[in-house]
């Protein structure tokens, strides 16, 4: 008899491999502070090569441990504050366990991963204080939620028709703060709207300028356009600013235009205590909202989420079941709703476990406080950066993004030239993770702190290491 399966032939060798491997892993993230990013060795690729037989491919697990746990991005670092980066939970190691052994496809039907989908969106509704009538879905990130409320956008501004006869001649217009992420450039291409129709908005003190907005909406009408869409951002990514939601809101009410709001990381102050709670007052506001767990969460990635305030807007954009899939009353087709209804994929992992762990084992609350605590982090480093003198910063902190500068007291070109060199050699020493970004022609240091095993310990090492650099 020969026998096809790939389930293992000696189940109590796996037994033993696999808890010696959950020991290798869980060692690694109790002691994530001595694993810094490190370059990957020469020849890793090579090593990585496939295979034609089991025999080739050696002993697995102790490749496991030896070439693939050891080169992990950093972010899972304490001191990793580079781009927005989440740094992960001991519960994404049980949860994805569970996830791996359910293996449930969560595009439709009717099983237990979907229920507790919409017990995991239901809660982030809440925190978003969006009313009972919305509707979501979990997705790979803030990108591909960008998409999925945009969709909805053009379809309230066309109408229906546009999934069958496409978007023809008609220009739609949309409207962004300068600096808006580029997720929304990128979805706003996809759709076919094109990103000449993006029109940034000029700022004041970080929020999108009101008076300039209805401005360029009457322009754009008076010109032809259809101004469909505005998008509020709760987080910047340079400097973590947010608009004002309350006065985006009241303008699309009175130019009956959509208004999404880019809350990948930022929304999540939502649950963060004052003064950084009322940075995102008025997100519930807003037709659709993009955000993330695997950021401002913690979660392992992916993981985002796309909320739209109204469910039927939200099911006529992406519902369509051909026969194949059609739902029964009864037996596993059953069941409702069936996520590939609200979004662009079919087959979908169960995404919603590791957020309800996490939430579950810690309390959101455990949460708020972490998130409260990166914001109390960002200033800590701001007060480091104004202890030094030759520093500077690029903007006071707002929330959880400090910028700043080694050497305040060079010219735009050399501290630039300084500022990348010195995040380059605290990353490839193994001391801290910075990003840069460009503030006022500076290229300067940033910190996007999304991390809850930061202590202001790290912080204040951290600059310190900056300034022996600078020195
Ligand atoms: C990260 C980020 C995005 C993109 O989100 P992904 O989850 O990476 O797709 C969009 N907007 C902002 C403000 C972000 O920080």
Redesign the pocket.
């Known amino acids: 008899m020969t026998d096809h399966s790939l389930d293992p032939k000696d189940w109590d060798a796996f037994r033993a491999e696999a808890q010696a491997l959950l020991d290798h892993c869980i060692d690694q993230m109790q002691n994530a502070g001595d694993r810094p990013w490190q370059h990957v060795p020469d020849g890793l690729e090579a090593r990585y090569a496939i295979g034609q037989t089991a025999a080739q491919g050696g002993d697995v697990m102790a490749r496991l441990r030896d070439d693939v746990l050891p080169y992990h991005a950093g972010n899972t670092h304490p001191k990793y504050w580079g781009w927005?980066q989440g740094t992960g939970l001991t519960t994404d190691v049980t949860a994805g366990m569970v996830t791996a052994v359910m293996n449930s496809n969560c595009g439709g039907r009717n099983h237990g991963a979907n229920y507790m989908e919409r017990a995991v969106i239901d809660w982030a509704r809440q925190q978003m204080g969006m009313p009972d009538t919305a509707s979501g879905v979990l997705v790979?990130?803030?990108?591909?939620a960008?998409v999925i409320g945009f969709s909805a956008a053009r379809m309230r501004a066309l109408g229906a028709d546009v999934r069958k006869v496409g978007q023809g001649a008609v220009r739609l217009t949309c409207y962004a703060g300068q600096g808006v992420?580029n997720?929304t450039r990128k979805a706003i291409e996809l759709l076919g709207i094109g990103s000449d129709n993006l029109r940034m908005v000029p700022l004041i003190d970080g929020c999108m300028d009101i008076a300039a907005l209805r401005a360029m909406i009457a322009e754009d009408r008076a010109a032809g356009a259809v101004p469909f869409l505005v998008v509020g951002?709760a987080?910047?990514?340079d400097l973590g600013l947010f608009d004002d939601f309350n006065a985006l809101a009241d303008v699309v009410a009175d130019e009956g235009l959509w208004l999404h709001v880019?809350g990948?990381?930022?929304a999540w102050t939502r649950l963060a205590a004052e003064p950084y709670r009322s940075l995102s007052d008025g997100i519930g506001r807003a037709d659709s909202i993009?955000l993330?767990f695997?950021?401002w969460m913690y979660v392992g990635y992916?993981c985002?989420l796309a909320l739209l305030r109204n469910e039927d807007e939200h099911r006529a954009a992406f519902a369509a079941r051909p026969a194949y899939l059609d739902g029964k009353d009864r037996g596993v087709a059953s069941g409702d709703p069936w996520f590939c209804d609200y979004g662009i994929d079919l087959s979908r992992g169960n995404r919603a476990l590791k957020v309800w762990m996490a939430l579950e084992t810690h309390g959101a609350d455990a949460f708020g406080d972490a998130i409260t605590f990166n914001c109390t982090l960002a200033k800590v480093m701001a007060d480091e950066v104004r202890a030094h003198d030759q520093m500077v910063l690029g903007r006071d902190p707002v929330s959880n993004v400090c910028v700043f500068s080694a050497r305040g007291d060079l010219d735009a070109a050399a501290q630039s030239v300084l500022n990348n060199r010195i995040a380059v050699e605290l990353q490839e020493g193994g001391e801290a993770v910075f990003s840069t970004t460009i503030i006022d022609g500076v290229e300067m240091l940033r910190a996007a702190i999304v991390n809850h095993r930061s202590t202001e310990q790290d912080v204040r090492e951290a600059v310190r290491a900056v300034a022996r650099l600078a020195g």
């Open positions: 927005v790979t990130g803030t990108s591909q960008t992420h997720a951002t987080g910047s990514v880019d990948a990381f930022g993009a993330d695997h950021k992916d985002g």
